[in-house]
C-alpha cells in the first residue's frame, strides 16, 4: 500500500496535529478520526478509495498520539477540545464543512462535532460505538454498576488511576498493542481467544493473549504495525488514556448529548463480533444504533469482523462508505 503526504496542521488555539492528506484540493473534505490505541495509518486502506470517489480525505493523528501534540494535563482531552480540533481542522484545509467519520473513541468525536457544532459537519458516520441515548447515570457510576459492583473487571475504569495503566502498556509496547488488537479482533472471538471476563481489580494484559503465527491477521503485521509500536514506544499511553478520565467530564459539559437527535446524514458500521454490542449487559446496543438519527443511510453490521472493523473487512467497510457518501 503507498504511502500518503503527511502534513502538520497548527489549530488557532497552537495544537500541532499531524495528518495524511490524500484527494484533490477543492473537493468536499472528509475527515477521518481514529479510537484508542490507533493512529491515523489506521485508515489508510480507506483513504484512497474515498479520494478516488471524489473527496479530499483528511486522517489526523488525535491529540495525545503519533506526530500530534501531547499536552500533560487530563482536562486538555475533554470532548470540548477534541471538537475544536476537528472544527479547526476542518478551517486550516480552507473548507466550509466536511463529512466526518470515526472509529472507537473517533466516533463519539465526531457524533458530538455534528450535534455542537451543525454548519461545520455535512454528514457523519460512526464506526464501532454508535450515538447512545444518554444515561442516567454518569459514566464511571454506569460501569460500576454493570462490572465491579459485581466483583467484574471493566477496562474503562482500569484506566482512571493516573499511572497505572501506562506502566503496564509501556513496560512491552509491542506485546501490548498486540494483545489489544488480537483480543477484540473477529478474529480471535472465532478463536476462543477473545477479551476474558475477569474480576475487578485484575492486571488487564496479564490475561490477554497474542496470536500464534497461524492466527495472526495480515493487518497485524508487517511496516503498519512497526509504526504503531515505533510511535507509542514514543509518546507512551498518557495522552490516549487520559481521554478515558475526561467520560464524567463530558457527561456534565454536554448534558444534551444523548438527548438530541443528529439530524445530519449519518451512518453507523460495525463488526458482527465487536464487544461494544454488549457493553450494556443483556443488550445489543447495535439494534437500536439509528435511534436518534434522523437522516441515517444505513446500518451496515458486517459479519465476522470485530473492533477493528476497518482494518478487518476493509472492502466491506468501503462499500458501505461509499454507499452513504454517493449523493451527497
Keep these: 500500500m503507498q504511502d500518503i503526504p503527511r502534513q502538520n496542521i497548527t489549530t488557532a488555539h497552537g495544537v500541532s496535529l499531524s495528518a495524511l492528506v490524500a484527494g484533490r484540493e477543492g473537493d468536499p473534505l472528509l475527515v477521518l478520526v481514529h479510537g484508542w490505541p490507533d493512529l491515523a495509518l489506521g485508515w489508510r486502506g480507506q483513504m484512497q478509495p474515498l479520494a478516488a470517489a471524489g473527496f479530499r480525505v483528511c486522517a489526523i493523528d488525535v491529540r495525545g498520539y503519533g506526530g500530534s501534540d501531547c499536552p500533560e494535563p487530563v482536562a486538555a482531552y475533554a470532548m470540548t477540545e477534541l471538537m475544536q480540533d476537528v472544527v479547526e481542522v476542518i478551517d486550516a484545509l480552507g473548507a466550509e464543512d466536511a ?44 460501569w460500576h454498576r454493570y462490572y465491579t459492583d459485581k466483583d467484574l473487571f471493566f477496562y474503562q475504569v482500569y484506566f482512571q488511576e493516573e499511572g497505572l495503566a501506562e506502566a503496564a502498556f ?127 443511510r444505513g446500518v451496515t453490521v458486517i459479519d465476522g469482523a470485530g473492533h477493528w472493523v476497518q482494518l478487518e473487512a476493509p472492502e466491506a467497510v468501503n462499500r458501505a462508505l461509499l454507499d452513504f457518501l454517493d449523493g451527497l
Design 170 to 296: 509501556e513496560a512491552d509496547v509491542a506485546a501490548s498493542l498486540g494483545k489489544v488488537l488480537w483480543s477484540i479482533s473477529g478474529a480471535a472471538v472465532e478463536a476462543g481467544a477473545s477479551w476474558p471476563q475477569l474480576p475487578a481489580g485484575a492486571s488487564m494484559l496479564e490475561h490477554l493473549s497474542l496470536p500464534s503465527d497461524e492466527q495472526q491477521p495480515v493487518w497485524m503485521s508487517g511496516t503498519d504495525f512497526a509504526r504503531r509500536v515505533e510511535s507509542f514506544q514514543r509518546t507512551g499511553f498518557r495522552g490516549s488514556l487520559n481521554r478515558y478520565r475526561n467520560i464524567d467530564r463530558d457527561y456534565h459539559d454536554w448534558p444534551d448529548y444523548g438527548v438530541h437527535r443528529v439530524r445530519q446524514p449519518s451512518a453507523f458500521i460495525a463488526g458482527a463480533l465487536d464487544a461494544v454490542r454488549r457493553f450494556s449487559p443483556g443488550h445489543d446496543v447495535y439494534a437500536t444504533a439509528d435511534a436518534l438519527l434522523d437522516a441515517c
Design 99 to 142: 463529512v466526518l467519520v470515526g472509529h472507537d473513541w473517533g466516533a463519539p468525536i465526531v457524533w458530538h462535532t455534528a450535534l455542537f457544532h451543525p454548519e461545520r459537519v455535512r454528514a457523519v458516520a460512526g464506526l464501532s460505538v454508535p450515538y447512545f441515548p444518554r444515561a442516567g447515570l454518569p459514566p464511571l457510576a454506569l
